[in-house]
Nanobody
Framework: QVQLLESGGGSVQPGGSLRLSCTVS????????MGWYRQAPGKQRELVAT???????NYAESVKGRFTISRDNAENTVYLQMNSLKSEDTAVYYC????????WGQGTQVTVSS
């Protein structure tokens, strides 16, 4: 069983920054890809960013230029650096890892409000 633990969420004012971390219980080098998704109240879960084993990245249009996904294989950790946060970024953010199937973390709340 693969376990993912997110941390780093919180409350921030518009224009602020947060960095989310996702620590995985197995080597992330073996995961086909790692990603971050988010779900706002009353909305479906949506892709935020993904990163492959070779470092290829993909971003939702709404976060391009503001968010950066990265990975530290030695620490089995994936990060999401979020800059220039907007109120519409408010959501529960979930870490996802895919190896034969998708594994999800429990989620971490990000609130952007003045």
């Amino acid at each position: 069983q693969v376990q993912l633990l997110e941390s780093g969420g919180g409350s921030v004012q518009p224009g602020g920054s947060l960095r989310l971390s996702c620590t995985v219980s197995r080597s992330i080098s073996s995961m086909t890809f790692m990603g971050w998704y988010r779900q706002a109240p009353g909305k479906q879960r949506e892709l935020v960013a993904t990163i492959t084993t070779t470092g290829g990245t993909n971003y939702a249009e709404s976060v391009k230029g503001r968010f950066t996904i990265s990975r530290d294989n030695a620490e089995n950790t994936v990060y999401l650096q979020m800059n220039s946060l907007k109120s519409e970024d408010t959501a529960v953010y979930y870490c996802c890892g895919f190896f034969l199937r998708a594994y999800w973390g429990q989620g971490t709340q990000v609130t952007v409000s003045s």
